[in-house]
């Protein structure tokens, strides 16, 4: 299976479930000495991984929590970021200005962060007052994150079986998911791998990774045209400009906001032949209990972009990590 | 000039002004009362409006707001609604299901309403805790609420100043704006009426409207495509898509987040050949002090797309009140 190194991507997904001490370890401490509200802190990528956290939490969650984009925070501020502000953020370098210079101003303003950085050695990460560095599943450490928080604040009673369900199960199934979905991502690939614009669609946890995926995948390492858009605002606006060969695709997942995308999809084919639904039900996650399904679609379509991603990289001999200007010119 | 009633569009921002009696009547006794927290509820168009008032008082303002999305309510619901909060909607037909839905759902969990409803012998109207009707101006009607809480909480002393040149001068300041910006609206529409696709970059109060703009005037008016972008966003994947001849267009305003703005504009040149640029400053505002004029700046912008999409309208032939399935199927 191209790019799939099965054995290399259980102990990615393994060792970062095996943060968790650290992580608990942390948010307990933050717990104990009170805080007064959590801001998801990010920008591109990392502020969608912040938004599917912060939808996660709201299912729940009665603690004070919000999301902050990087460079707005740099420009407007927020004046509930200060003392009693836990920040959390996640970033791969460390070196993205904005994560920087927002992190210094949140400091100055009193707050305290937890990072996620990979490269230790960074400025960035020297500045954390709490640091993990792990590589990659950015999700799976904020939502460990956020349910830490909840569990502590009694929003989370299953969190104990819940965990101890991935710890056993999940880097095998995310897996296994891969291997499902290649001959789909295949498929789909040879028949969109040259699109002139593609629209993604998705809602709860989905719409996070539904944004990143059209900007962080398709636009910035594709170099192919895109537009997302939650399920929700779908019908108010963007459904006009849908026709018979319009590229649209749905990620529906099994969180609250299923039904939003589950009305998308009974909506396309009356208007659209060129639709495409990416269900997270649509793959087994064996020895996960079905409700606790919802908190993990979004890692479940991700497994199976992975695979389109393969395929369109290969097809269109365009390596994806090559970037056009992202950190090539001075901007 | 085409589709401009200069008399009757002045009439109209006045009338708007002039509800801030009645506004300020509410918003004292809601104020007097206390309140936990406001809700901006919007969907599609009004939740833009709803994202505008947000950026509008995270500028100044401690106090608590925050924007729900009203599918997203109705699905994942927000436990920070209930008793303490109060709801800020704005409905011009006052049937959007959602809307109203989540309205029903928002008063059982206790919170109150304060509507603009434009059609007062809705049932959604009828609900209004606090009503008030009259057409068009959503902008204004919901910064002078937000301003009004402001000021009651001391974080907006300039209140006074402020209205009264806004009351003596916007009306008729932005009628000139139209007619100022009617040669440069005729010209954008002749090139780009018949583009495949149209970037809409924009910030701070500009990023609300940038996103309305590009999904409730292209595409469900025009049918034309389009993707917006938040200008801090567009850094992290969307530039890398933009080459000689790709379409963007820039919305700069004058508010706290105009650098991220003007950061596009000065990247654009290098690497495109077909983008423009609309800037709130181009245009004057006489009668309206400097330092007044980030909060204006997408009322300006606002009446520069007008003339747009009156000549889009023409050339296209494409009579912007038709739909082809909004309101026209069941879904």
């Known amino acids: ?196 614009l593609h629209y993604f669609v998705g809602a709860g946890n989905q719409y996070g990774s539904t944004y990143s995926y059209a900007m962080c995948y398709w636009e910035e390492q594709h170099w192919i045209r895109t537009k997302s858009i939650h399920s929700s605002e779908f019908f108010h606006g963007m459904l006009e400009i849908v026709d018979r060969d319009t590229p649209v695709t749905v990620f529906v997942g099994e969180d609250s906001q299923r039904p939003l995308s589950e009305r998308v999809v009974r909506f396309l084919p009356r208007v659209c032949a060129n639709y495409t639904v990416i269900d997270s039900r649509d793959y087994a996650l064996p020895g996960i209990d079905e409700r606790f399904r919802g908190n993990l679609s979004h890692l479940v379509t991700h497994a199976v972009t992975q695979r389109i991603d393969a395929h369109i990289e290969a097809i269109n001999c365009h390596p994806m990590e090559i970037r056009r200007y992202y950190r090539r010119l001075d901007y």
Chains 1, 2 share one sequence.
């Open 1 to 196: 299976m191209l790019k799939f190194d099965e054995e290399k991507q259980i102990a990615s997904v393994q060792g970062a479930l095996a943060l968790r001490g650290r992580i608990e370890a942390i948010v307990d401490d933050i717990c104990r000495a009170g805080f007064k509200n959590i801001c998801w802190l990010g920008i591109g990528g990392t502020y969608a991984s912040c938004l599917q956290a912060e939808v996660h939490m709201k299912e729940r969650s009665t603690l004070e929590f919000f999301v902050e984009n990087a460079a707005e925070y740099l420009t407007t501020g927020n004046r509930r970021v200060g003392e009693g502000t836990v920040v959390v953020i996640s970033s791969v370098t460390g070196s993205t200005i904005e994560m920087v210079d927002a992190v210094k101003k949140a400091q100055a303003d009193g707050a305290r962060v937890l990072g996620f950085i990979d490269v230790e050695t960074t400025e960035l990460a020297k500045r954390m007052d709490w640091e993990i560095a792990y590589p990659a599943n950015e999700q799976l450490k904020f939502f460990m994150v956020a349910d830490r928080l909840m569990f502590r604040h009694g929003e989370f009673p299953e969190y104990e079986e819940y965990y101890a369900q991935l710890d056993a199960h999940l880097a095998v199934d995310l897996a296994e998911v891969e291997k499902a979905a290649d001959a789909f991502g295949l498929a789909f690939a040879q028949k969109h791998h040259d699109d002139k």
